[in-house]
Antibody, heavy 119, light 107 residues
């Protein structure tokens, strides 16, 4: 069973870049079995899909974030990462990494990482 | 992007009640819909995939139905551990989207 764990700073200053890494265990990112996704949830609100990456480096970004977003993969470390630039208070959220079956459901989730944007 | 509209946004129910939550998609998504349960401070837990396939280990009181644009999650006899927020999620096309959530509270 795939397990995912987010890591990164819990506090980011306004207008700076939010960076998070997801470490995958229990399976290889390079297996091709999954897309590797980022999803976020502002405090007290619903879920927003951010985007995903395949082990080959192919990505799809949510158009609402595309101009500020980079998702990358490091197969040697079995990790994938999120960078979101020019953050504002609206980017304060719990960020989850997750695995999505190609053309299928998102099944495994990390525990989530709260990132607060401070002024 | 495909919009998912869940209703109701919240409901109060008693242990033993039958509960139904609906999810309507802004365009047809075949059966590419999942349901998640989320408890405070926890990641969403997958309950149902492909509109009606209940995940292994999920109690049989949970069921899903629907296709196209209209979907339903049903809990046949609400248990104390079922009080949570439920989300529908479409994976028919990118960008993937979620419904706004339904909070199930104790009456």
């Amino acid at each position: 069973q795939v397990q995912l764990q987010e890591s990164g700073p819990g506090l980011v200053k306004y207008s700076q870049t939010l960076s998070l890494t997801c470490t995958v265990s229990g399976g290889s990112i390079s297996s091709g079995d999954y897309f590797w996704s980022w999803i976020r949830q502002p405090p007290g609100k619903g879920l927003e899909w951010i985007g995903h990456i395949y082990y080959s480096g192919s990505t799809y970004y949510n158009p609402s974030l595309k101009s500020r977003l980079t998702i990358s993969v490091d197969t040697s470390k079995n990790q994938f990462s999120l960078e979101l630039s020019s953050v504002t208070a609206a980017d304060t959220a719990v960020y989850y990494c997750a695995s999505q079956v190609p053309v299928g459901v998102t099944d495994y989730w990390g525990q989530g990482s709260l990132v607060t944007v401070s002024s | 992007a495909i919009q998912l509209t869940q209703s109701p946004s919240s409901l109060s129910a008693s242990v033993g009640d039958r509960v139904t939550i609906t999810c309507r998609a802004s365009q047809g998504i075949s059966r590419a819909l999942a349901w998640y349960q989320q408890k405070p401070g926890k990641a969403p837990k997958l309950l149902i995939r492909d509109a009606s396939r209940v995940e292994s280990g999920v109690p049989s009181r949970f069921s899903g139905s629907g296709s196209g644009t209209d979907f339903t999650l049903a809990i046949s006899s609400l248990q104390p551990e079922d009080f949570a927020t439920y989300y529908c999620h479409q994976f028919n096309s990118n960008p993937l989207t979620f419904g706004g959530g339904t909070k199930v509270e104790i009456k």
